[in-house]
């Protein structure tokens, strides 16, 4: 068990992302947005975090400090996919702003908004019951900031490809020749983007634009002179201590939706019949199956969904579920070390795969790590940070960078691959260029 005093208070019902606009500009501010869907139940907003770690990680044991419960607080960590694929790229330049291997911040208090039940908690942890009565005030005082939050216009100057799409083209086949060589067999290949924002534009107003098509895994966290902002449908892991399951759910396979129903509805067909992105799914199931089966009990690991169908604002995507029980002794730390990056969005064997992503692509930075919420009694929810911005201050502006990538094959044509990148940043570009307001 963890050290410290846990207290909860119910609060009237208001929504996460008011309660997240009252608090937008304070330093430390986190809201990690749920869809209410089967996938994203809660909602969490804090702000005020009583310590901070900002830097590089030990890099003998880069996940040492999160296997306990971290004190008698709450919790949360990105990590870098850079500091994931280091042991396969060696060292490498820092990624566009400067972003770190590792950031930590542990809250007093934090918000739970249920959406099923519509019950809105305040939950604290503290050093005895008086300091944990103090964090539940705190939280209740973030509600009383709670305000509507506006239609906003493109915070966006400029969003511009950091290469031309015969790059990314050229690349994708160099890849699916390294395939046939038999070098590997899949590699999650991304282009970039950057820009900078409007004068007096914020992060918080793309994260805003994004939450209204919103994803299971949406995220916004600012500290200090940094932001990301997230629009993730994809989990990457859950560990709950006291039943030891984990489960991972990896994404491969996209459709670009369309507007006509009936088109829509072939190309969600079109997806879960097409044996290529089948094989893409599967064999990332199996890398992730492999992991998980180095933290866990023998014979524990399973595949719960195989390819299902899911849908969000722009895309299809086929997703599957693994699950496992970790074996005894095993926390958050030992299950993060054995998985960290994402099998999804490496490739496989994942270890030749991140060598071969790092032939095409500069460093990552958060885009593909993981942003994760572990609270005091050791259950971890993290989440893979596909569909995320990340952004630093130039001056008195904010510039920002993100990725779009594709998994690619034997099978994978250049084009296609092309295009499906192009779908996975579709909404992120309506938020920070699109002239309509949403």
Known sequence: MSAGVGAVRTLDWVEPLAVAAGLAHRDGTLCLLSDGGPNGRFSHVACDPVAVEVGPADPTDP?????????DR????????????????????????DWPDRMLARYPAMLVFD???????????????????????????????????????PPAEAFSPEAPAAAYEAAVADVVGRIGAGELFQANIARGWAGVLNPGADPFEAFVRLARGPAPYGAFWRLGQRALVSNSPELFLTFDPATRRIET?????????????????RRAAELVASEKDRAENLMIVDLMRNDLARVSRPGSVRVERLFALESFATVHH????VTAEARAGVGPGD???????????????????????????PPRGPWCGSLGLLDSEGCLTASVLIRTLSFWREGDRWAFRTLAGAGITADSDPAEELAETEAKIAAIRKALIDDRVI
């Open 63 to 71: 996940f040492g400090t999160l296997n306990p419960t971290y004190g």
């Open 74 to 97: 709450l919790t949360v960590g990105l990590l870098s996919y850079d500091l994931g694929a280091r042991p396969a790229t060696g060292p490498r330049a820092p990624a566009a702003g």
């Open 115 to 153: 959406h099923q039940t519509r019950i809105l908690s305040a939950v604290s942890r503290g050093s005895d019951a008086v300091e944990a009565r103090a964090g539940l005030d705190l939280a209740e005082a973030w509600v009383a900031r709670a305000r509507p939050v506006p239609d906003l216009l």
């Open 249 to 265: 759910r990896p994404i491969k396979g996209t459709r670009a939706r369309d507007p006509d129903p009936a088109i829509d509805a």
């Open 318 to 321: 086929l997703v599957s579920t």
């Open 335 to 361: 299950l993060l070390a054995a998985t960290f990056p994402p099998g999804s969005i490496t490739g496989a064997p994942k270890h030749q795969a991140m060598k071969v992503i790092a032939d095409h692509e």
